[in-house]
């Protein structure tokens, strides 16, 4: 099915903004001296070739163009709009915002007295600086302006702490021997020391006029203490703070009704 012959001014109209690329004109960088007299100065737009600038110390740098669509023929305002410094050389590449308004026009000023953030270390060997525009409208287009020739980066002063990033010794660890154990005679003597109290209460017991057998309403009692004798050697071995929180909770609840069975027996 062929598109009706009506919908081809709006197809064309939808071709020619997806093709629109934006451009520049009326480009202009001057050099001024320390005086604010323009000791240099060239014009420059999309269609030129590269040309050759050069910024002493204590000079500025002023550029400015115009951003205007190609295929409307209207200045235009980009989304964005950069400056690049490259150094073929060293491949040291930097990036610069360039602040555009309403009406089209930029402005830019560097000064090497307080140079740009993004400005790249520079070499006796020329930046070679190019435009780069845009935005959400138009394609992106990246226009080379001129070389730029700036006196040399100082050197960078070591940082304080630099030597910690170097490649280190090897640390050598030196190891504690492993712990001797006592014989297992020994030990078996102060474990039958520990338990020996234990079993002296055991032998006493039989001497004693009370009878040791629970019924059933004094054995579930003793359960629930033994239970939180296992729940503390329980926690010494695996369980955590918060686990026998929990468990100790339930537990005790029983632990008490428990208790008060027991001693209503006794009653």
């Given at each position: ?85 490259y150094d073929e050389k060293t491949e040291e590449e930097g990036i610069v915002p360039i602040k555009v308004g309403r009406d089209g026009k930029a402005r830019f000023s560097m000064n090497l007295r307080k140079p740009p953030v993004g400005l790249p270390p520079t070499t006796f060997d020329p930046l070679h600086v190019s435009l780069i525009l845009g935005s959400f409208k138009y394609e992106g287009a990246v226009y080379d302006l001129f070389d ?120």
């Amino acid at each position: 099915m062929k598109p009706s012959t009506a919908l081809y001014p709006l197809i064309l109209a939808l071709a020619s903004v997806c093709s629109a690329k934006l451009s520049f004109k009326s480009g202009s960088a001057v050099v001024n001296a320390k005086d604010g007299s323009p000791s240099q100065s060239l014009k420059f737009d999309s269609s030129q070739g590269t040309q050759s600038l050069r910024v002493a110390q204590d000079e500025t740098l002023k550029l400015q163009f115009t951003v205007f669509d190609n295929a409307e023929k209207r200045d235009v305002q980009p989304h964005q709009a950069f400056l690049r410094f490259y150094d073929e050389k060293t491949e040291e590449e930097g990036i610069v915002p360039i602040k555009v308004g309403r009406d089209g026009k930029a402005r830019f000023s560097m000064n090497l007295r307080k140079p740009p953030v993004g400005l790249p270390p520079t070499t006796f060997d020329p930046l070679h600086v190019s435009l780069i525009l845009g935005s959400f409208k138009y394609e992106g287009a990246v226009y080379d302006l001129f070389d730029l020739s700036l006196p040399p980066s100082a050197s960078t002063p070591p940082h304080p702490e630099e030597s910690t990033f170097h490649v280190q010794p090897e640390i050598s660890h030196t190891f504690r021997p492993d712990q001797k154990l006592p014989p297992k005679v020994i030990s078996l003597v102060f474990a039958g020391l520990v338990l020996s109290p234990w079993a002296l209460l055991l032998g006493l017991l039989r001497y004693l006029p009370v009878s040791l057998q629970p019924d059933t309403k004094t054995l579930p009692f003793l359960v629930c203490l033994a239970s939180f004798e296992g729940l503390l050697f329980w926690y010494w071995v695996d369980l955590y703070l918060g686990q026998v929180l929990m468990y100790g909770a339930a537990l005790g609840l029983a632990t008490a009704i428990a208790g008060k069975r027991a001693l209503a027996s006794f009653n």
